[in-house]
């Protein structure tokens, strides 16, 4: 099947306004937001509306060895939606229906290209909330369950992985599963949803999502408590969570971010200059009750227990300075892009090693003159650092360093973000091999051929009748030059 | 590899006393609780005191086709730790050390025979808990991570999946995996902890398990609520837990579970014979906080909002009549036990659905001359039914149509206690082929030669080997017939 063949039964399943050929790829589809990896332009974006269409892809990328990669709203941080320029994309942003909103269960079913923002619009009405908040509102539901997003709320509600409940899922070759359901609990085979969760697009692809709801609390409260080392604020959190307050929000931000959102984002803390100057971290507390009483006591619970646990002080912040301020936070990563930032980590250790570690990224900085500045969520250990360092080969090893760092701590290279293209490397140099190999035998399980994302997580090979067909890469590259970008002769796959 | 060759090779990797040959194998070994399946007596019973050990015995049954049954305290209830008798059982109860409880990152680290009682005897005066409780606190940490065991609180605070962060895994052929670890959250490759967890020891073997632990809370309040239908149970659930009070416990029992379970603790409940006699089901609601005030409030509220939901009346129990029918409740297994349950089941359903699911289980009992009572966690959807019919055959037929009617609404065979051996052929019945196939691709990428728990969940074969040599069951029956009890032939593995 030359490429002209496949363009042709790509249209027949999905209609022919659904396909967009590699000349008219849109630049937006061909990278997501990570800052490392060239843009990479596929022979086609594919646009399903429904998964009878998703299984007639996965049917026909199976047979022809195509590589398939999938894309929900393109805000991952990992390039975990880069395209293949051998293969092509499946984009799920007309699949993105509520499909329903359970009252009685608290369970929401949505298709993947629904986005957080979206989900939430829904929910706000009904006194509920899926309460996984990833900086990002705009990511799309099955970008989430691709890398088991996270975000600032895991501290008390966990991430993707403990609110999905069940998925629909196409596997190479077109085969339909359902997994799980409207059901908080199974014990009946192995928990395949689990499986899929964070598995980024490389076992299946996800056509819908059945989602666990909770109660939306109407009142917050925003405290921000300025420490001398980061290893006071590492030391105030388990006291603070052992305290029954469960805050929904518990960030650090060392003075270098805190500074960097605070100025984008025009807020004035109001903290005095002495305080400000022997602030080396400053925590963010978030607390959220039902009763507004309730919110009362606990913010004040939460201000002394901090001032004894070695605040330097406990600002309880005006609503909307609070949420200037955790928006502000959100915004992060586009505040670090905008400065120049050349890599961004959100490596993850037990919380308690949050310190160490990152006491040994500022010696790793050093050594290879690199600023590395940052926040993090601090109730789980899970840090994002900005990276600036344009050298690419000097931050390759600062930050598999870092990622060594990281695991010798117990951790690992991703808290949230996924691995991606872009963090793959480091990944296969410092995983177990064991377990490397481990998951491609279970990757055969799911796609033997290995047509689902390439060159994602694991170094999976291009899968193999591509290399002889008619669809390389290289054979339509001056069009796609002359369209405005560079074509990524693919780093994936190799 | 004869009998007595492979008993002299066990007895050199752990040492002789910690190797039972068939004909010394304690009765105890050869059973879990199911109520249905004989004992089946193994060609040894092996106890390993180390992660080293657990290795060699999966090299040598791996290399040797030898299946392998785990065991941690044998309180099951659906045959998972029941011998296969062509093969050998590895009981954990000689791995039963609590490694650590880190108070830093609010985490445990255990080995697979530490049974529930004595974790929360270690964490109860650090203020901490492992808050999973299924009714029986002698169970193992091992034995709740194969089942994925549930209990009455996961309400609140979720199953065994939602808390346990990491495992040290052997895979047959000897190979030790850490996954996870003191992190709360990792997108950094497939998640082989949940993949593991709930797999009923066919994957691999655990040998360590990392648990969050969460604050304990001091106060406590029971609330019994008659309904005069279980709709209106049913019907009352989703505002509850919609106000924001979080109920650690949400349980309805029937009548007759009500009636047998107090009778058995001799507890005086109080109930006017008015209310009783129009009760159809009893919702119990425990609440818990870290303040007496606002347990007290939260009490009251419940109180309101469930005579506001249909509640013929609220009765705010005493202390330790509370405390006495949360564990009567949780005796409810042996209280049928003791009145001649011939089975039970642990099915589980969207929670709206389970008025629908016990209208069926009433119907089905009526057409299958049989008594059907039972209680379960309301918020969960998960009831726990006993099942008096002494015909096998008439029983099976009744299950069947039970399980399809629990799939129908949307649920799962089982919600906590696993399939085992002893729900296989309804599992195998009634979940989707295609499923079915994939979880048998995802046992092969862990156990190529099938030696782990054959005839549990899946109905995969004896591994090869095993049938050609001298070991089979048939060839030592006498001698174990001798013991006192009868050799099941195998029907695992057919």
Known sequence: MDVQELLHALRAITGPGHVDARDDVREEDTHDEALTGEPSVPLAVVRPSTTEQVSALLALADAERIPVVARGSGTGLSGGARPVAEGIVVCFDQMAKILEIDEQNHVAVAQPGVTLHELDGALRPLGLVYPVHPGEMRSSLGGNVATNAGGMRAVRYGVTRHHVLGLELVLPGGEVLRTGGKLVKSSSGYDLTQLVLGSEGTLALVTEVTVKLVPRFAHHATLLAPFSTLGLVAAAIPPLLASGIAPVILEYLDTGAMGAIVEEAGIELGIPCHVRETTAAYLVV?????????????????????????????????????????????????????????????????????????????????????????????????????????????????????????????????????????????????????????????????????????????????????????????????????????????????
Chains 1, 2 share one sequence.
């Not at 308690?352 to 600023?371: C, K, N, V």
């Open 286 to 494: 978030v607390l959220e009750s039902a009763r507004a009483d309730r919110l009362d006591e606990d913010t004040e619970s939460a201000a002394e227990l901090l001032e004894r646990h070695g605040a330097l002080d406990v600002y309880v912040l005006q609503p909307s300075a609070g949420t200037s301020l955790v928006s502000a936070r959100e915004r992060v990563f586009f505040v670090a892009k905008a400065l120049g930032a050349d890599d961004i980590v959100d490596t993850v250790v037990p919380r308690s090693e949050i310190p160490a570690l990152l006491a040994r990224a500022a010696q790793l900085g050093d050594q290879h003159g690199a600023i590395i500045s940052g926040c993090g969520h601090v109730g789980d250990g899970n840090v994002h650092l900005s990276v600036f360092q344009p050298d690419a080969r000097r931050r390759h090893e600062l930050l598999e360093a870092l990622f060594r760092a990281a695991r010798d701590l117990g951790g690992a290279v991703s808290g949230e973000h996924g691995i991606g293209t872009e963090k793959r490397s480091y990944f296969q140099e410092l995983e177990d091999p064991a377990k490397i190999s481990l998951m491609r035998r279970i990757k055969a399980a799911f796609d033997p051929n290995g047509i689902l994302g390439p060159g994602r997580l694991l170094d999976t090979p291009l899968p193999q009748a591509a290399a002889a067909s008619g669809r390389s890469a290289a054979g339509s590259g001056p069009s796609a030059a002359a369209a405005g970008w560079s074509v990524e002769r693919s780093s994936e796959g190799r």
